[in-house]
């Protein structure tokens, strides 16, 4: 079987470390993250709720956006602020690395 003709903009392999973390929060909300280190998205981490399968690059930056992890998440104002507690722990500040 031949694949037809895609236009690769990129196909590289990396070596990358997970964390998998679990917590209730303050409000009883339950999560369940997969987080990705890797050397791509400069420093930002991927974040994975592993409950709603959704993820995102997320860096200190983004979790100063307003509204950004409700939108990505589907979270309420109150679960969001406390996974952006969380958070902050986590990401720490973006290096960029290129």
Do not use: C, W
């Not at 196909?11 to 369940?32: G, N, Q």
């Not at 420093?43 to 950004?68: R, S, V």
């Amino acid at each position: 079987m031949q694949l037809p003709e895609f236009d690769f903009m990129s196909d590289t392999t990396e070596e990358t470390s997970t964390r998998f973390v679990t917590f209730i929060s303050p409000s009883l909300k339950r999560f369940d993250l997969a987080i990705t280190n890797t050397n791509r998205f400069y420093g930002k981490k991927l974040i994975t709720d592993l409950q709603a399968g959704k993820t995102a690059i997320i860096g200190a930056d983004d979790l100063e956006e307003e509204g950004y992890l409700e939108h990505v998440f589907k979270l309420e104002e109150e679960e969001a602020a406390e996974l952006a507690q969380f958070l902050y722990f986590v990401v720490g500040t973006v290096n960029f690395t290129d």
